[in-house]
């Protein structure tokens, strides 16, 4: 290593030090998407707690930017400490960690990160006994559209934890920080994206990030920022992004003739484009047009439309590329009903911000007549602006009963058009605000649904304790209590002197038929997601299940199958070498007790990374509830093994929630 690398990098140490990370995070435009990782990571979001319909402390303006890399109160290095010393102690890399630095096993940029173990990461050993070209080859596997929350949360903490990169033992090896970053904008995960890429060195940075950060600006509209980096990249021409930008850029400086050379360029490439070339021709010649449709969308298009001032077709709204719904729904040029319908779709993948679209609600013009009757007249009108409606009306509602009864209809009006998740975390900053108050009770089942499908054990509990105290005089309410009290016990929520039996036993006796076929599958899956977690599952929740006839599941592919249980089960022996076997997992060795995501506590094993990317795979693209349920238990019980508890545990919810819990 050079002395200029070495004072480049302690520069960019004393730069986050100093909150220069952060700073970067603040000055960034756009609407960031909101993260799946742990919710202390997740950023401001432009709007001031107080505001209506804002989230107050706690809720997700939340934020700090990236993490500092330097741990507080380090003593300067003396004269005599080497320069790889220096390196690894300014990244908090050295000491106690017990890494070496010379030789073969030196830090280097791949090594950054804005997750530590302390704050939900998985340590500085997660990467060990993998080669580089091993882990850049897990994390390209990665699934693109991970439809669970669970899961998208697992794939944050891996892809931002800062960790010891493995060794590039050739000039030409793979970039892991690369790899990292484009898993996430891949996924729809933009601000986490952002997140990686302000921790990310910046000079000498792997190049393989120029293509990140110009999604990333393309997305934001940063045009400058964008062709900056696709002049300066030495990319090939015949690879499609930066064809189109470059095509996109040239359009944006008049250059036609660059502009025909490029379309001409990326038509032997990927095929004709027609709404490129209407789009590049408007720009360049300032000629309105009129484009009916987008043919497989992109953000390039969304970008060039806007340049052109060119009003999109509501088609782009219905694209499955969440980067795609991302730009749809930060375009003025497309109508509101398109933006609100792109937003409402993208949540969900974890790909727009709810903050974004709360901002489009308030956008939808209302006569005063409709604030003043939103029930009645939401009732009439139905979707989309249906909710804007009541939207706006429950942030102007200062009686909180009023206000709760309005967040309830608009939830019956996204459960009609399956936009539950995405209208639960556009209202949650009004549902925060409501008080378990005894007028509220009949409240309370919506509020125990609404934390529980956004994995909140603390919003949950609030609400179950309300239920709980009405179970005691009123029946329905005594129902509904024994329905839902499994899905808490499962979320780590809940009454924990209230024993498993207990629990399990109210629902089985308030389900009608439960032992027919269709309840006798449901409890077997109940009670298997409670093994999965490490509840001690009474011999009584099996009374009445019927084995049933042999039952074909989905798997996935038997090399990924195999090598998550073998690297599962390598991590597990060592986690057991001098602990005792708490809890057996089929395949498994063994399950140790560990404590939630974000704990100073977490078990968290070396070489962490490898079991549970593959754990990721092996569950894939599928929404929750439709992979085979061994499969599922498997992932639960391995991801808990791993020190991820929380997300074991909202995996486990998921998939009772969608079996029909």
Not at 114 to 120: A, D, E, I, R
Not at 417 to 423: E, I, L, P, Q
Request: net charge negative; glycine share 8%; aromatic share 4%.
């Amino acid at each position: 290593m050079t002395s200029s690398r070495v004072d480049r990098w302690i520069f960019f140490a004393a730069l986050i030090a100093l909150g220069y990370g952060a700073d970067a995070q603040a000055q960034a435009t756009g609407a960031p998407a909101e993260l799946t990782a742990p919710r202390s990571l997740q950023p401001p979001t432009g709007e001031q707690p107080g505001d209506a319909g804002t989230p107050a402390a706690g809720d997700d303006a939340q934020a700090s930017g990236p993490r500092r890399l330097v741990p507080s109160g380090q003593a300067a290095p003396s004269e005599a400490e080497s320069r790889a010393e220096k390196r690894a102690r300014l990244l908090g890399l050295s000491g106690k960690s017990g890494i070496q630095v010379d030789g073969l096993t030196e830090i280097d940029d791949e090594s950054v990160g804005v997750l530590t173990q302390g704050n939900g990461g998985f340590g500085l050993e997660m990467w060990k006994g993998m080669t580089r070209a091993e882990s850049v080859s897990l994390v390209d596997a990665l699934p693109k559209r991970l439809s669970s929350a669970a899961l998208r949360e697992a794939a944050s903490m891996l892809l931002l934890s800062r960790a010891k990169a493995p060794v590039a033992v050739t000039d030409d090896a793979p970039s892991l920080l690369s790899a990292r970053a484009r898993a996430l904008i891949d996924m729809g995960d933009v601000q986490n994206a952002e997140l990686l890429l302000a921790a990310a060195p910046r000079q000498g940075r792997p190049s393989g990030l120029d293509v990140v950060d110009a999604k990333i600006q393309i997305l934001k509209f940063d045009n400058a920022r964008a062709c900056g980096l696709a002049r300066n990249s030495a990319a090939k021409s015949n690879d499609d992004f930066w064809q189109r930008l470059r095509v996109y850029c040239d359009a944006l400086d008049g250059k036609a003739d660059s502009v025909n050379f490029g379309l001409s360029l990326l038509r032997e490439i990927s095929g004709d484009d027609q709404a490129l070339v209407l789009l590049a021709d408007a720009v360049v010649s300032k000629s309105p047009i009129l484009l009916e449709s987008v043919e497989k969308p992109t953000p390039i298009h969304v970008a060039l439309s806007r340049a052109a001032k060119v009003q999109l077709p509501p088609n782009v709204s219905e694209s499955e590329d969440p980067l795609v719904l991302y730009a749809a729904a930060l375009a003025p040029n497309l109508t509101i009903g398109s933006r609100i319908e792109a937003a409402e779709r993208a949540i969900p993948m974890g790909a727009a911000p709810a903050a974004e679209l709360r901002r489009l609600y308030q956008q939808v013009t209302f006569a005063e007549e409709d604030l003043s009757n939103a029930l009645t007249r939401a009732q009439e009108i139905g979707g989309a602006a249906a909710r804007a409606l009541l939207y706006q009306a429950a942030a102007k509602q200062n009686i909180p009963s009023a206000r709760a009864e309005i967040i309830s209809a608009a939830f019956d009006v996204a459960r009609e058009d399956k936009r539950y998740m995405a209208a639960v975390q556009a209202f949650r900053p009004l549902i925060d605000r409501l008080p378990p108050s005894p007028e509220m009770v009949w409240f309370a089942l919506t509020g125990v649904r609404a934390y529980l499908t956004l994995g909140d054990v603390v919003g949950t509990d609030r609400w179950l304790a309300l239920l709980r105290a009405s179970a005691t005089v009123r029946d329905e309410q005594k129902l509904a209590l024994a329905r839902v009290r499994p899905l808490a016990r499962l979320l780590g929520a809940g009454d924990k002197s209230v024993s498993l039996e207990t629990v399990i036993g109210d629902w089985r006796a308030s389900l009608q038929d439960a032992d027919t076929p269709g309840v006798s599958s449901l409890r077997a899956l109940v009670n298997g997601m409670f093994m999965a977690v490490g509840e001690d599952l009474p011999e009584k929740a099996w009374d009445g299940v019927a084995a049933g006839a042999p039952k074909n599941q989905v798997m996935p592919s038997p090399v990924v199958w195999f090598m998550f249980r073998d690297s599962m089960r390598a991590v597990a022996k060592e986690m057991t070498a001098d602990k005792p076997m708490v809890i057996g997992s089929a395949g498994l060795s063994g399950v140790t007790r560990v404590a939630q995501n974000g704990s100073e506590d977490r078990e968290i094993p070396p070489g962490a990374a490898k079991p549970a990317l593959y754990a990721l795979q092996a569950v894939g693209n599928a929404a929750p509830g439709e992979q085979g349920v061994s499969v599922v238990y498997e992932v639960v019980a391995a991801f808990r093994a791993l020190g991820m508890e929380h997300t074991a545990r909202k995996l486990a919810l998921e998939t009772v929630l969608a079996a029909g819990l």
